[in-house]
């Protein structure tokens, strides 16, 4: 551990530790990942699900031939998450801590994979530093308690790089590495399409590196193979591409979207993070500059990690709109190497590091608090609106929800996910329920379409759930309802909604 005025030599890429040094290594990381999952798992019961995690839950909850389906036609590049999903419901159910559980796994499995990644470049402290900072990244900590796949694309990224380090560390490495390469990137572009640039970042460290440039020819096979592997749901991507056409309007690459939403949550942390990484590229310029190798270091590495994969996707954006912030979570990991790399550059003044150390978990503390927060997904009141219905409706009384909201922050989503407080309710409105739907939602009838098929004949009581526009709720139905003789009694106010409750003399 040395300053940045003294970068310190590294052994030589293709010299592996004895194997008896891998086995404290080996626990090292088992023990940072337990850790990193009990960080992400606790409290991640008390949000709300939203809109996402109802597609990943409803996709979970629809028989296997209808999610088949529905895959035919959207979610394509979910459809390994939902599958796994599924299998994981059937055994264990799908409330809020369940469905969040395998997230916080995954987020455990990318900490030691960092672990290991570190302590095969240096010493066990260095590596548990950096496994410490992979448990704590706001990035990670939000996708390890939240119902979809960025989580696995983190631990798959992680375990790719694992595979390519080992790979690396050997003057002849045997050709089960290069399958075990191959087979990984093929798993993770079936999990998230985008980690197919993870091929690249790989290839681009065995290039500017002279000692393993020799493996090239190797990479190319092995990429193509997992690439191919993969091909059939790159091609229902391509032809699901206007799915994500909604990002076209809206403008996400900014300077917060890519310096702090993207793995850093909060200013105060993008700051630490940021000064830390910057301290790592002055490392490697100064090391550059004394004529000492910067190819196969692991800092080097980390930054292909960090900057290509999410470069190509924040340049290609102005004409693909294909970035959002979430994306970048499989190159979070990267970033908490980075930044134990950048207190490792601190560590001949002890006290600057602990410092770093210390203020890190203090800035990292109150994002990981909000981040467990009852409304901290999207706003998401669902857990309001089903206690609410749950202590007040009587058997009999009907519910409509708002249907004039995009599908995913429709209140309706809230019995979808959660039909159990919802027993004492007639659902008016239900036109075809998720599990019939060739999409992953429900439909609704009209407050007027329902009414003709007879859905409110001797219902003397109507909760309307609406979606708040600021601070006035919608008026969804309420015309509809009114036409039909019923009046506003009663309305309770929550966080992103509103509970009307209408009778009728």
């Given at each position: 551990m040395t300053s940045v005025a003294e970068p310190e030599s590294r052994a030589p890429l293709t010299s592996p530790r004895p194997v008896g040094a891998r086995r404290p290594l080996a626990w090292a990381a088992v023990l940072v990942g337990l850790i990193a999952m009990c960080v992400s798992l606790i409290g991640s019961w008390i949000p709300s699900l939203w809109g996402?995690?109802?597609?990943?839950?409803?996709?979970?909850?629809?028989?296997?031939?209808?999610?088949?389906?529905?895959?035919?036609?959207?979610?394509?590049?979910?459809?390994?998450?939902?599958?796994?999903?599924?299998?994981?419901?059937?055994?264990?159910?799908?409330?809020?801590?369940?469905?969040?559980?395998p997230s916080a796994v995954a987020v455990g499995v990318a900490a030691g994979a960092v672990t290991w990644i570190c302590g095969r470049?240096?010493?066990?402290?260095?590596?548990?530093?950096?496994g410490f900072f992979?448990?704590?990244?706001?990035?990670?900590?939000?996708?390890?308690?939240?119902?979809?796949?960025?989580?696995?694309?983190?631990?798959?990224?992680?375990?790719?790089?694992?595979?390519?380090?080992?790979?690396?560390?050997?003057?002849?490495?045997?050709?089960?590495?290069?399958?075990?390469?191959?087979?990984?990137?093929?798993?993770?572009?079936?999990?998230?399409?985008?980690?197919?640039?993870?091929?690249?970042?790989?290839?681009?460290a065995l290039a500017v590196d002279r000692r393993n440039r020799s493996q090239l020819v190797r990479?190319?096979?092995?990429s193509a193979a997992g690439v191919a592997a993969a091909s059939p749901v790159i091609v229902l991507a391509l032809l699901q591409r206007r799915q994500i056409a909604f990002l076209e309007h809206r403008d996400r690459v900014n300077p917060s979207a890519v310096l702090v939403k993207m793995w850093f949550g909060a200013v105060p942390f993008a700051i630490i993070a940021w000064t830390l990484i910057v301290l790592v590229v002055v490392g490697l310029v100064v090391r550059a500059r004394r004529s000492r190798p910067v190819a196969g270091t692991l800092e080097a590495l980390a930054l292909?990690?960090?900057?290509?994969?999410?470069?190509?996707?924040?340049?290609?954006?102005?004409?693909?709109?294909?970035?959002?912030?979430?994306?970048?979570?499989?190159?979070?990991?990267?970033?908490?190497?980075?930044?134990?790399?950048?207190?490792?550059l601190l560590a001949r003044r002890r006290w600057a590091a602990a410092v770093v150390l210390a203020a890190?978990?203090?800035?990292?503390?109150?994002?990981?608090?909000?981040?467990?927060?009852?409304?901290?997904?999207?706003?998401?009141?669902?857990?309001?609106i089903a206690a609410t219905i749950d202590a007040r409706a009587r058997p009999g009384d009907a519910i409509v929800f708002d249907d004039s909201v995009r599908p995913s922050r429709r209140p309706r989503l809230a019995l979808d996910t959660n039909?159990?407080?919802?027993?004492?309710?007639?659902?008016?409105?239900?036109?075809t329920s998720?599990?019939?739907?060739?999409?992953?939602?429900?439909?609704?009838?009209?407050?007027?379409?329902a009414a003709s098929l007879g859905r409110f004949t001797d219902v003397d009581r109507v909760w309307v759930v609406e979606y708040m526009v600021g601070a006035e709720p919608n008026v969804y139905g309420i015309a509809e309802l009114e036409a039909l003789g019923y009046q506003q009694v009663d309305a309770v106010r929550l966080h992103s909604t509103a509970v009307l409750l209408f009778t009728r003399p």
């Open positions: 996402d995690e109802a597609a990943s839950v409803l996709s979970a909850l629809r028989p296997p031939e209808s999610l088949l389906a529905m895959l035919g036609h959207i979610d394509a590049v979910h459809g390994a998450y939902y599958l796994g999903l599924q299998l994981w419901v059937d055994l264990f159910g799908a409330d809020p801590f369940a469905v969040r559980f470049f240096d010493s066990l402290r260095f590596a548990v530093v950096a992979s448990a704590i990244l706001p990035r990670l900590t939000y996708a390890g308690e939240e119902a979809r796949a960025y989580a696995f694309d983190a631990a798959i990224a992680a375990l790719l790089v694992v595979v390519a380090v080992e790979i690396m560390r050997r003057p002849a490495p045997p050709r089960r590495w290069w399958a075990a390469y191959g087979a990984v990137l093929a798993v993770g572009i079936y999990t998230f399409l985008y980690l197919a640039l993870m091929a690249l970042v790989v290839g681009l990479w190319l096979v092995a292909l990690w960090l900057v290509v994969p999410m470069g190509i996707l924040i340049a290609a954006n102005p004409i693909a709109a294909i970035f959002t912030p979430r994306y970048g979570t499989f190159s979070a990991p990267a970033a908490a190497i980075l930044m134990a790399c950048g207190v490792r890190t978990v203090v800035a990292a503390a109150p994002i990981w608090v909000g981040q467990r927060e009852p409304w901290a997904k999207n706003r998401s009141d669902w857990n309001e039909p159990d407080p919802f027993h004492a309710v007639i659902d008016a409105t239900l036109k998720y599990a019939d739907s060739g999409s992953w939602h429900s439909s609704d009838y009209s407050v007027a379409e």
